[in-house]
Nanobody
Framework: QVQLVESGGGLVQPGGSLRLSCAAS????????MGWYRQAPGNQRDLVAT???????NYANSVKGRFTISRDNAKNTVYLQMNSLKPEDTAVYYC??????????????WGQGTQVTVSS
């Protein structure tokens, strides 16, 4: 089993910054994909940013230049630095982690979600 613990959400004014963290724990052998998604009320869950084990990143057009995804492989943790936040960034943010367990099975897990609210 793999557990994901997210932290860092909250209320911030437009133009402000937040940093989200997602730590994975359990019988993990390797992680090859980590990503952040978000879901606003009434909307589907959309990709925000992803990062591979080799460090290749991908961003939604709406966050390019404002958000930065990074990972600490030693800590099995992925981060999302969010700058210049806009009201339209308001959503529940979920991390997603995919990899392989020590017993050999592949896994894919979602975090519990953390609320980000951008409002004055």
């Amino acid at each position: 089993q793999v557990q994901l613990v997210e932290s860092g959400g909250g209320l911030v004014q437009p133009g402000g910054s937040l940093r989200l963290s997602c730590a994975a724990s359990g019988s993990i052998d390797s992680i090859y994909f980590m990503g952040w998604y978000r879901q606003a009320p009434g909307n589907q869950r959309d990709l925000v940013a992803t990062i591979t084990s080799g460090g290749t990143t991908n961003y939604a057009n709406s966050v390019k230049g404002r958000f930065t995804i990074s990972r600490d492989n030693a800590k099995n943790t992925v981060y999302l630095q969010m700058n210049s936040l806009k009201p339209e960034d308001t959503a529940v943010y979920y991390c997603n982690v995919r990899g392989r367990l020590r017993r050999g099975d592949e896994f894919g897990s979602w975090g519990q979600g953390t609320q980000v609210t951008v409002s004055s």
